[in-house]
Every structure is written in C-alpha cells, then in structure tokens.
C-alpha cells in the first residue's frame, strides 16, 4: 500500500504532467516534510513526474534517515563536499534526463542564490512554481486531522489549567509563560506561534506582544494561542473575563462577536466560497454597528502552518471542499478601550463543518473567572 | 547623538560607497531589526548611501512605529493596496535617482518571487550582495553584549532550577518543558533553539530531538540549549552525570573535552585566526586518542542568530577582533556508548576572551546530580 507520503507526492506528479514539468526541486523544509517525512531541515527534494523522490542531505542525518524513512533515496553530501558538486551529482543520478527534462522551483521561498546556483548546475531555465504544494496541503488527509485534533487537545487542556489557575498578580508575559508550559505538559511538542495575552485595552492592538501588564489591571484578557503536535498547528482565541460584572459594552460586543462566529460555521458546507463564509460572519456585526472594527479577514486555514494556504476574506471565491481545516476567528475591536475575539478550529466535512475545537467551550458564561 | 541604529547604517552605508551602491533593499527580517530596531516582521527597509532609511511596513504595525520608533521613515501600505504599487511609490520617495541610481538586494534570504517583484519595479538590474550585514554583525555593540549577557543569565539561571530539581523519572522531554520553562521564569523571552537532551548513549548523536527516554536510563545526560532576550541568543551545553560513579571512559573523555576547551579559551585573543583556536582544541582532543570523534567544527557566531557569521572552523582564516562573541564547544562521541560536549559563550576582548557563560562552572565534579 501506498504511504501517505507517496499519495502526496503522486498528487504533486499530476500537477507536474499537467504542465509537462519533470521534477521539482523543493527547498521549503516544510513541504519536503509533507512530502517525504523527513523535518530535520538544511535538506532538499527532488520530485519526479513519477512520483518518485530523492533527498539532498547532508551527515548529521545519515543515520536518522536510515532508521526512520529507509524507504526513501537519499544523497549524503560529505561535509568537504561543496554543495554545488553534490546537486549535479544526486541531480544526475535522480533526474538523468538532464539535458532535455524541465524543472521548477518554488519561486515563493527559493532564495536567489540557491536559484542562482541550482540553475547553473542543472543548466537551464526552472520554471518557477509559487504555492503549488501549498495549495495541495489545504486538503488535509487522515493523519493530518488526527494532529490537529491532538494539537487542539493539548491546547485545550493547557488554557484549563491556566484558567484554573489564574492571578491576579501574573504579568501577561507570566500568564503566556504558565500557558506555553502547561500546553506542553498536556503533550504539545511546541506552541504554534508566539502566544499573545493582551489585558483590556491592549486587546485592541492587532498582534499584541504580552507585557508587564497585570492580569488584575482589566476586566477583560485576550488570549490568542495554539499548539504544535508533529508539526501540526491549532489556533485558538477566547476573551476572559476578570470581573464580576463586565461592563454593557463589553457584554454586547462578546455577543456579538459569538453570534457573529456561530453564523459563519452554520454557512459552511462544500460548494460554498470562502468569502460567502467571511460575508455570514461580517453581516451580523455590520448590523450591530460594529461594521468597521472588524478590520481583518475571518479566519485562514490551519496545518503545518498557522497561516496555511486558504483565506475566509472579502470576496474570496475559493470553494470549501471536505478537508480543508480552517480558523473561524471574528473580532471587534475598539482601540484604547477593548477588544474582543473568538477563534476556534474547524474541519469542513461532506455534510458543514466540524470544530474541532468545541469542547473548550465559548458562551460569555463560561468565560467569567473572576479574580479576588 | 547617533542612536544605535544609526551607527549602524552609518557603517553599511561605508560599504555601499565602496561598492558604488546607492539603495540596500533589506528583506531578512532579522537584518531589518539590527538596522533599524523594527521587529514586527513583514516589513522591508530602504538604506541608502548617506545610512538614511525607509521602513516599508503596513497597517498592523502602524501605532507601534509611531510610538516606539518615532523617527524612522515609513511607508505604511494599505491593506487594499498591491505590493507592487506599495513599492513603486515608497522607493520613488526614498529613492529618487531611480533612474541612475544603483540597488543591492540579499541574494542569500531574498525570494526569487520577491527580487523578480523588486526588480519589475525599480526597472534595473539589482546587485546580488551575500553576507554583508551578517558580516557587520560580527562586531557586537555595547547594546547587544549586554543583551547576551541577559540571555547568559536567564540560560543558567534555568538550568540551576532543574539541576536542582531533576528526576531520574522525568523523560528527556520533560526535562526540555522544566528547562524551558525555568529559563522564561528567569526572564528568557524564549528559547533561542529547540533545547537537545541526551540520555547516555543518545548524546553521542548530532542534533537529537528530546523523546521519552528517561533520564535515569543513562549515567549521564546532554543538555544543549539557550535563551532568547531581546533578540539575542546565548547558547550552552553541559553534560550531567546521573550516577554516583561513571565509568573510567566517560571521566576521562570529559576531562579530554575539558582541557581542549579551556586550551581553545586561553588561545583567543585578537588577531589570531579562527581556525587556530580550532586547532588548539582539536590537538587536545587528537593527542587524547579521539580526533576522529571530534567530528564538527569547534563553535561558532553568538548574536540575533543562533548561528551568527564566524566560525572555529578547520583551517578558517577570519582574524578575530574585539566585540565578536563566539560559542567554544568541542565534543567527543562514541556512537552507540556515549557524547560529551562542553559549550560556552566566549567575548573577544583587546586582551584576550571573556567568558560570558563562567559562572555555570564545568568542572566534572559540578556536574554530578546522583539520582537515588
């Protein structure tokens, strides 16, 4: 039976017949990861049009590769070898239809030098390819979705222990510290991106970078986190509530906010376009009043990436297929005073959508921990 | 007075009149961080030939420019406005000799897609520059050494937290979450790499990723990590001895890689090249009987990167000058039995070394942590 990185890569091979390409030289260490399993980096994959692949290394990963991926061909470059001699070697060997075959690139992440040395070592003009792979990965397989629903597992579970834990005395940066850790605990191999903790107003700044802020100094505190489970992102976003009573406007504009998030995943199903879904959501705050302090697309799509290929924005007419797993993520945000957003994780299935993120539970009621 | 910032321009600016060069368009956003103090990401920086510059930024990072950068030149690009069209009317402000004037672009970060975007624009041929802003990195600044010296602090601060509190039952990646932890505890803004731990044999592997083997398993464990302050990296290694008594093999490799380090610190001083500092060590190490298991280079750059330009490196002939920081971490490993590297932070001084990392101790007897 064919491996899971051997049905990626005859995915990639019918891209590369269709546009009469004969391999693909892959330098995004993410992408050679999908599509061959190897994530030790400073590595490159050449990709046949028959699917077959080799892999440039170097070393440091001889033995790890022999153990792990035996299946896989791979080229060792020798520390004293220069890196130009072993591309024309394992180039050769891979690909020997050098003088006629034709190659791409991923001209988004290549950097000009390797451009400019992989072109004078194979000799001709790469096709230059942008986002292909990307857009192969929004349709998420299995193994996939078990990851992120691990990821979002320990995501869960790390905000809970926090939650429970809460003080009013903890900087936003001891709360992100406390965050990171207890994620891990839960089984997270890392966070996904740098966690941000932003208490009352703060919360308005968009990628707001956790300070000496005390938690005791709002009402309110924006957390927006996620973990990484074998390379597999979560993202989450829920808005805590530190007082007893909150004041009207924060209360409208969290429900709002949730009203808004809940009609986008009812509108989800195959078909539909991603900016229909951004629509359902920016209607309903448009008609509370809040239309221009919602001033970011709806949410992105989610996987070896945080910000994966797939975008719920303004006008987008890409078309949600079963798969794909997105962030749904509305905010309203009123700069100097407070901000407000809700963001969870969604698996869009044959009959909607399914979050994956449900369990960690949204109503306003929930949200409430008042502190001493 | 000139900020920091500005000396350094001034001092890319000195390369740019050497190379007739009128405009450095900056991608890598650690290099914009070094010239300009922006590290939000996304942006791209102008320097021109008299160190003036231009942060071509967007929307997101508007408010904190103002505030945090008040005198820098930006250009903030709507969302609703193509890249392109951002770039056209940015450079022309910046840049108004367009159509005379000479540009240098990062040939070794930026993108192909990025550098064939920059070149429709600005019409010319760019001047493909490799290293330049690495290489003015070497030399650290006040401002940056007393960076390092906090992320020293933090690193050992957390290391004394789980030497002090180790557990044979802990896992190597439990360790990694305490170690971790500890080091934002001690005011880490985070780690500077993925932390390595090694039980027993396992150390004698390159780059080993932490797993469930636990740490009473081994006689002793390989811990590699660093902190992240303010951008600034430390980077340490250290080899905990788990057992009341080692074997005779593990003793006198210790003492081996010891003796080559501390050889290796009394030979730095300015003037003398890289690659003699290697030699001194690695003639430690092949008189000891173990050359061939010395089998990397003996350290490298310290600064915004973890692998900084710079290298103790076999036969490397880059002269040594004050200001420069550089790891020192010889290494002997026998596969399958066992791997000992000692590492620290070095400071090259008009007289010699200092050690930024002395304070951890590295002698075998304060390595001991018997585990009951």
């Known amino acids: 039976m064919a491996t899971v990185y051997e049905q990626r890569r005859a995915r990639l091979a019918q891209i590369l017949k269709k546009r009469d390409i004969d391999m693909f030289f892959v330098c995004d260490p993410v992408n050679v990861g999908y599509l061959c399993g190897f994530t030790g980096g400073d590595s490159f994959l050449m990709v046949g049009r028959d699917a077959a692949a080799m892999l440039l290394t170097d070393g440091r990963f001889e033995t790890f590769l022999k153990e792990e991926i035996p299946d896989l061909a791979i080229y060792v470059r020798k520390t004293s070898e220069p890196f130009s001699r072993a591309l024309a070697k394992a180039s050769k060997e891979f690909f020997p239809s050098k003088e006629s075959g034709s190659y791409a690139v991923e ?18 003009t790469a096709v230059p390819v942008c986002g292909a792979i990307e857009a192969l990965r929004m349709k998420k397989d299995r193994t996939e979705i078990t990851a992120i629903r691990r990821s979002a597992r320990a995501a869960i579970e790390g905000f809970g222990a926090i939650k429970a834990g809460l003080q009013k005395e903890w900087s ?31 919360a308005a700044l ?109 006008g987008n007419d890409l078309q949600l297929r079963p798969g794909m ?48």
Not at 172 to 194: C, K, T, W
Not at 237 to 258: E, F, N
Not at 259 to 276: D, L, N, S, V
């Open 107 to 124: 001209s988004g992440t290549i950097s000009l030098r390797m451009f400019e040395l992989v072109e004078s070592v194979l000799d001709r």
């Open 172 to 202: 936003e940066i001891d709360l992100r510290n406390e965050l990171d850790y207890q994620m891990r605990r839960a089984g997270a191999d890392d966070v996904s991106f740098p966690t941000i903790v932003a208490v009352g107003s703060r």
């Open 206 to 314: 968009p990628h707001a970078e956790p300070t000496c802020k005390l938690i005791g100094e709002g009402e309110s505190v924006l957390i927006d986190w996620g973990a990484k489970y074998r390379g597999y992102a979560s993202d989450l976003t829920r808005v805590l509530m530190t007082r007893k009573k909150i004041s009207k406007k924060l209360t409208d504009i969290y429900q709002t906010v949730l009203k808004a998030q809940q009609k986008a995943i009812q509108t989800i199903r195959p078909g539909i376009t991603a900016g229909e879904v951004d629509r359902a959501a920016r209607q309903v705050i448009e008609e509370a009043g809040y239309g221009r302090c919602f001033n970011h697309g709806l949410g992105h799509g989610l996987g070896l990436a945080i910000h994966d290929a797939g975008a719920f924005s303004v």
């Open 325 to 372: 797993v997105m962030t749904v993520e509305p905010g309203i945000y009123l700069p100097g005073r407070l901000g407000v957003r809700i963001e969870d994780d969604v698996l869009i299935t044959p009959g909607g959508a399914e979050v994956l993120t449900r369990s960690l539970g949204s109503s306003l009621e929930e949200m409430f921990v008042p502190l001493p």
